[in-house]
Structures are given as structure tokens and as C-alpha cells.
């Protein structure tokens, strides 16, 4: 026994020990505003919503032309096409050419068109589907919130139970010491507060593990040091309203955001219906576009004077005739010139019909007809579960209710007993045993009173949660 209690004296010495850290006040709103701002889950659930906003853009952008500019280098050896000449030639030639062209849908089964509406649901459900998180987490840390509140309250009442113990061994020690009372009274006030200490030290264990699943949600380190403040919040003397299942149910078919993006996203399948069905449609777009061709072997003259050249004889005489010829030399036309001599352009309108393309609509179509069966199964599956998740927090609300009520008659219980056996210790007809005994009752009770309170007041929110009403501790 003496070896417990050092280790128990131990622990509790450690523990009271100054932290490296600045120990720092954390309210409920401190919580909230952290977690939303840090949580990994809420971190990750809104990049979906970027690329949501993304795809919109996307979509919105397929119903304006495509404009792009091509352009390509070729050098060839052997037998080749000389494009000044059109003429097959065997010697290398250097070639390009460039061009810019312009495509616009004009229609495509109004594909475009439902693909923006399909991206603009697909969008407000993602928002949705992240409020559903955000209040999700947020009852997470109520719960842990609660739970922490529980563990200190219970700590407390163990410390308390602690100074009464070591109250009645010093007030027993002074009647041993006189010889009132035998020393085994002191060996039994020994033993109990022995187990005043172990309580303590299990209590601190749990308000331990209480801040790390707090901390565990808000994403804060493990080692920060933070104190959470007591809610302003009288559940002792409140009994709070608890209104039927069914009517909290009807309030959180209108106000929960899991099942209006589940609605929202049969609406989007049903969408995804029309866009499959394009396939089977023919397609129509306007193209224009504006090109030349590059070679080396366009060439241009360029003249350097006039020179004699015979052109024939004067029979009778045999004396040469001579004519003025422009003396030129020929070079490679510098490229720009070349791309405005060989400037082209052309437009029209192209129509593309489906005969056979592989069976693609078909797959399509019958795709998005199972995307819509699925979206209208999870909707159900959401209504289905929203119900069950309510009445089973209503039934929970309503016994924790009453256990609450008993919770408090039982502590009274406990109370009454303990004065009881107080005054028949004076008067000798008990031992300290059975005194130690109804001050363990009063302890249990105390600890059920405190675990049934904080059971009921999360219960009570979840309800509120569940009728659309906002989550708060203050």
C-alpha cells in the first residue's frame, strides 16, 4: 500500500509540474474558428470545392471559339515535292508553313449548355456537402468539449473527496492519540485515502485523454498546452424541452445541408441524362482559318544592269545581231515575303453525323441512367439515415433525461447516508469501514450525477443540431 501511494504522489507531483509551454484559454468560438481554419478534412473538402469552381469555367468556356495556331519545319532529302513548282525534286529542300484557325460550336446536341447547368448543381452540392462537414466537426468537438468539462468536474470531486479523507484521519489521529479511538481506525483512514489518491489519479488520466481528442480534432499540436473555459451554461437548474422525433425530423429534412445536396445531385444525374443523349445528335461548327507555305526554293531575281547578248546573223553579211538583256541573279524570297505572296484563307461550316461511333452513346446514356439511380438511392439511403440517427439521439435525449433526474435522487440518497453514518460513527454504533464505504456511495454518486448532466446536455444539443439550430456552448 505504501508503495501505491508513493507512485500515486509521484504522478500527481509530475503532473503539477510548470510546462515549457505557455498554457493558453481556449473558449468554444477559439475552437471552432481553429478547427475550421485547420481541420485536414475540411482543408482537403475544399480544394473539391476549387475544382468545382474550376470545371464551371471549364464548361462556360467549351461555348466560345477554339482558337489556335499551328506551325511546322520539315528538311528533306531525296525525292521531295518543291512547292514553289509543285514538281518532285531530288535534292534537299527546307519547307514550312503556319496557320491560324478558328473553331465554333454552333451545336452539339446542347451539350455545352447542360454541362454548364450540371457543373453549377455539382458545384452547390460541393458547398453543401462542406457545411454538412464543417457542423459535422463541430459536434465532434462538442462531444470532446463535454467530455473535458466531465473529466474536470470529476477530477475535482475527487479532490474534494480527497481533503475530507485526510480531514478525518487528522480528526481521528488527535482521538487515537488521546485514546478514544483505536489506531485501527487510522489504518482503515489510511486505506481510503489511498483510494482517494488512485481516483484522483485515474480522473487526471481521463481529463488527459479528453484534451488530446480535442486537440486531435482541431489538428493542434499534442504538446500545446491549452485550458478550456466553463460555458456559461446552467443545466442544473434548466430541464430543457425535448420536442417529438417526427417534428425534428420534418425541421431537418428543410434544414440539413446532407440532404439538400443529396436532392441536389439526383438533379445533377438527371442533368447528366440530357448530356449522354447528345451523342445521338448531330453536331454542327463554323471554322475559318488563315495559312502560307515556307520554302527555300521560292526564289526572286534581282537585276544588276543589261548586258549584249546575240539573239542571231544577218544572212547576207553573217554579222551577229546583239539585243540588250537584264543581267539578274537569283536568290531564296526572304520569308516574309513569302507569307504574303502565299497568304491563304478559308472558312465554312462543318456538320458531323454519328452512323457508328463504337457504341458510345449507348454506354453513355446507360451510364448516366445508373448515375441517376444511384443518386436516387443515396438519396433515400440519407433521408433513411437522417430518421434512424434522429430517433435514436431522441431516444437518447429521453433517457438521459431521466437518468439525469435519477442521477440527482441518487446523490441526495447518497448524501443523507453519509451524514447517517457520520453520526453513528459519533455514537459508536458503526466503524470507519462503513463510514469509508458511504463516503465512496457519495463519491460514485457524485461521479454519476456529473457523467449523466454532461450525457444529457450533449444529447439535448444533438437534437438541436438536428432541428437546424446553431451549435454553441457559450
Given amino acids: ?276 443523349r447528345s451523342a445521338y445528335y448531330p453536331s454542327i461548327s463554323f471554322f475559318s482559318g488563315i495559312g502560307a507555305n515556307l520554302s527555300d526554293q521560292f526564289t526572286q531575281s534581282t537585276s544588276n544592269g543589261l548586258i549584249e547578248t546575240p539573239i542571231g546573223y544577218i544572212k547576207s553579211t553573217g554579222e551577229s545581231v546583239f539585243t540588250q538583256m537584264p543581267l539578274s541573279n537569283s536568290a531564296t524570297m526572304p520569308f516574309g515575303k513569302q507569307i504574303k505572296n502565299n497568304m491563304s484563307y478559308a472558312f465554312g461550316i462543318n456538320l458531323s453525323i454519328p452512323i457508328y461511333n463504337r457504341r458510345a452513346g449507348y454506354i453513355s446514356s446507360t451510364r448516366a441512367k445508373l448515375a441517376l439511380k444511384q443518386s436516387d438511392l443515396q438519396n433515400k439511403k440519407t433521408q433513411y439515415d437522417l430518421y434512424n440517427n434522429i430517433e435514436e439521439a431522441h431516444i437518447k435525449a429521453v433517457s438521459s433525461e431521466q437518468n439525469f433526474k435519477a442521477a440527482h435522487k441518487n446523490l441526495k440518497a447518497a448524501q443523507q447516508s453519509l451524514e447517517y453514518a457520520k453520526e453513528r460513527l459519533k455514537n459508536g454504533a458503526v466503524g470507519q469501514l462503513e463510514l469509508n464505504l458511504a463516503q465512496n456511495n457519495l463519491l460514485i454518486a457524485q461521479s454519476r450525477l456529473t457523467q449523466a448532466k454532461f450525457e444529457y446536455l450533449f444529447n439535448v444539443k444533438v437534437l438541436d443540431f438536428y432541428s437546424g439550430k446553431k451549435i454553441d456552448l457559450n
Fill in 1 to 276: 500500500m505504501q508503495i501505491i501511494k508513493k507512485i500515486i504522489c509521484i504522478l500527481l507531483l509530475t503532473s503539477s509540474l510548470p510546462s515549457n509551454n505557455a498554457q493558453e484559454i481556449w473558449d468554444w468560438n477559439k475552437c471552432i474558428q481553429y478547427a475550421m481554419e485547420n481541420n485536414i478534412q475540411i482543408q482537403l473538402d475544399q480544394i473539391n470545392l476549387s475544382l468545382s469552381e474550376l470545371q464551371i469555367q471549364q464548361d462556360r468556356l467549351s461555348l466560345t471559339p477554339f482558337v489556335q495556331t499551328d506551325a511546322s519545319y520539315t528538311y528533306a532529302i531525296g525525292r521531295t515535292v518543291d512547292m514553289s513548282k509543285y514538281q518532285y525534286v531530288t535534292k534537299p529542300v527546307n519547307s514550312g508553313n503556319f496557320q491560324v484557325s478558328l473553331n465554333q460550336p454552333i451545336f452539339e446536341g446542347l451539350k455545352n449548355i447542360h454541362s454548364v447547368k450540371k457543373s453549377k448543381l455539382d458545384l452547390q452540392a460541393a458547398q453543401l456537402d462542406n457545411e454538412a462537414l464543417r457542423q459535422n466537426i463541430q459536434l465532434q468537438i462538442m462531444n470532446a468539449y463535454l467530455n473535458i468539462l466531465n473529466a474536470q468536474e470529476q477530477e475535482q470531486q475527487a479532490i474534494e473527496q480527497l481533503q475530507r479523507s485526510q480531514l478525518q484521519y487528522q480528526s481521528n489521529k488527535i482521538l487515537v492519540d488521546n485514546g478514544a479511538l483505536s489506531e485501527r481506525m487510522l489504518v482503515d483512514n489510511e486505506v481510503q485515502i489511498a483510494s482517494d489518491e488512485y481516483n484522483i489519479a485515474v480522473t487526471k488520466q481521463q481529463t488527459q485523454l479528453a484534451y488530446m481528442a480535442l486537440k486531435t480534432i482541431l489538428h493542434l499540436d499534442l504538446s500545446k498546452e491549452i485550458k478550456i473555459l466553463q460555458p456559461n451554461i446552467d443545466i442544473e437548474s434548466e430541464i430543457f424541452e425535448i420536442e417529438p422525433a417526427e417534428k425534428i425530423y420534418q425541421s431537418a429534412m428543410v434544414s440539413r445541408p446532407e440532404i439538400k445536396s443529396a436532392e441536389t445531385k439526383l438533379e445533377s444525374s438527371q442533368i447528366g441524362i440530357k448530356i449522354s
